[in-house]
T-cell receptor, first 114, second 118 residues
């Protein structure tokens, strides 16, 4: 079955550390790729998206992600995290041939210690 | 501009009862989606409306779930009768229909309704 996998369920790191969250998907067709974030007590909100073009995309709050088609991956990165980056992060994939629905990974809870 | 709103924020019911969740999308968004996150699992797609029509209901778990969007504005999701495994957070999202060269538009999510079935 088609799926989205996030490599880590929980990540704990200190402020100023670098963050990389892995995301792999199993779809063979053309995809749109997303990272969403849910801060404590808040809605899911879009961090960044990839539709086409430059595979390195930049999002809000200093986040970026790289689409590597050959590896079916869309990893999220931030060079230096802050305490306010504590949140749950979700990778999501839209398979163009399957309509508008999003398929989500299981989420990664990130705790940044001050 | 108001975001996607959902009501109630929490609902606790007993097995066998009926619950109706409501979603108000962003004004002007013809696409409306329902998703669900069961404890410890991933967020899963339930269904997609375009205006009042069900475009894709492939994620609806069974016939105890009924979604409606009369008039193409707000949507309701009714669970009747509720079972223990229906517990989770139900998210609603909305988006504009792509226009021009845009192939896809961002989905904006509501805060979710946390449903607990005892």
């Amino acid at each position: 079955a088609q799926s989205v996998s996030q490599h880590n369920h929980h990540v704990i790191l200190s402020e100023a550390a670098s963050l990389e969250l892995g995301c792999n998907y199993s779809y063979g067709g053309t995809v749109n790729l997303f990272w969403y974030v849910q801060y404590p007590g808040q809605h899911l909100q879009l961090l960044l998206k990839y539709f086409s073009g430059d595979p390195l995309v930049k999002g809000i709050k200093g986040f970026e992600a790289e689409f590597i088609k050959s590896k079916f991956s869309f990893n999220l990165r931030k060079p230096s995290v802050q305490w306010s980056d504590t949140a749950e992060y979700f990778c999501a994939v839209n398979l163009k041939a399957a309509g508008n629905k999003l398929t989500f990974g299981g989420g990664t809870r990130v705790l940044v210690k001050p | 501009e108001a975001g996607v709103t959902q009501f109630p924020s929490h609902s606790v019911i007993e097995k066998g009862q009926t619950v109706t969740l409501r979603c108000d999308p962003i004004s002007g968004h013809d696409n409306l989606y329902w998703y669900r996150r069961v404890m410890g699992k991933e967020i899963k797609f339930l269904l997609h409306f375009v205006k009042e029509s069900k475009q894709d209901e492939s994620g609806m778990p069974n016939n105890r779930f009924l979604a409606e969007r009369t008039g193409g504005t707000y949507s309701t999701l009714k669970v009747q009768p509720a079972e223990l495994e229906d517990s989770g957070v139900y998210f609603c999202a909305s988006s504009q229909v792509p226009s021009g060269r845009a192939a896809y538009n961002e989905q904006f999510f509501g805060p979710g309704t946390r449903l607990t079935v005892l």
